[in-house]
């Protein structure tokens, strides 16, 4: 009796997992007609010319274009010292600095005004191991990357 009931409703289950689902189709493109004039597809894929969605210059614009360094949240750990060198990298800004202890580090940030001599205090973070500036064909022993500096007053 108990092999009967058991065989049943593994039957009744495999029959009701083999019953035919609803198909979804692949999402199309029809959204576009509601997109403003000049709007690439969205998701980035070939519009119907074949031609690439994304601007050709797209791939050349400096993603960090406009950005500034932000001011160091609180609570933050912070280093301070002063500035040995600047290296202007275009997108970034590497600054030499010497901390009060004699210890020398270098850091890179957005691009921002300071000058050699100038005291700055910036978010601290691991030192990255030969760091490449192929901007600057320059590797550094170790680089803080910091978006976090500020010139003291």
């Known amino acids: 009796m108990k092999i009967t009931v058991v065989a049943l409703m593994i039957a009744t289950l495999a029959l009701a997992g083999c019953q035919d689902k609803?198909?979804?189709?692949?999402?199309?493109?029809?959204?576009?007609?509601?997109?403003?004039?000049?709007?690439p597809p969205v998701g980035g894929m070939p519009g119907g010319d074949g031609k690439a969605a994304m601007p050709a210059d797209a791939a050349k614009a400096d993603p960090h274009a406009g950005m500034k360094p932000m001011p160091i949240p609180a609570g933050v750990p912070t280093?301070?010292?002063?500035?040995?060198?600047v290296l202007d990298g275009g997108q970034y800004i590497y600054l030499e600095v010497q901390h009060d202890d004699g210890k020398k580090v270098?850091?890179?940030?957005?691009?921002?005004?300071?000058?050699?001599?100038?005291?700055?205090?910036?978010?601290?973070?691991?030192?990255?191991?030969?760091?490449?500036?192929?901007?600057?064909?320059?590797?550094?022993?170790a680089l803080v990357l910091s978006s976090a500096v500020e010139v003291a007053k």
């Open 106 to 141: 270098w850091v890179a940030s957005l691009p921002m005004k300071v000058a050699k001599g100038d005291k700055v205090k910036y978010a601290d973070a691991p030192a990255l191991p030969n760091f490449p500036s192929k901007t600057l064909n320059r590797t550094f022993d």
């Open 22 to 39: 609803p198909k979804t189709e692949a999402p199309t493109n029809q959204q576009t007609a509601a997109l403003p004039a000049g709007h």
């Open 79 to 85: 280093k301070s010292g002063k500035v040995l060198q």
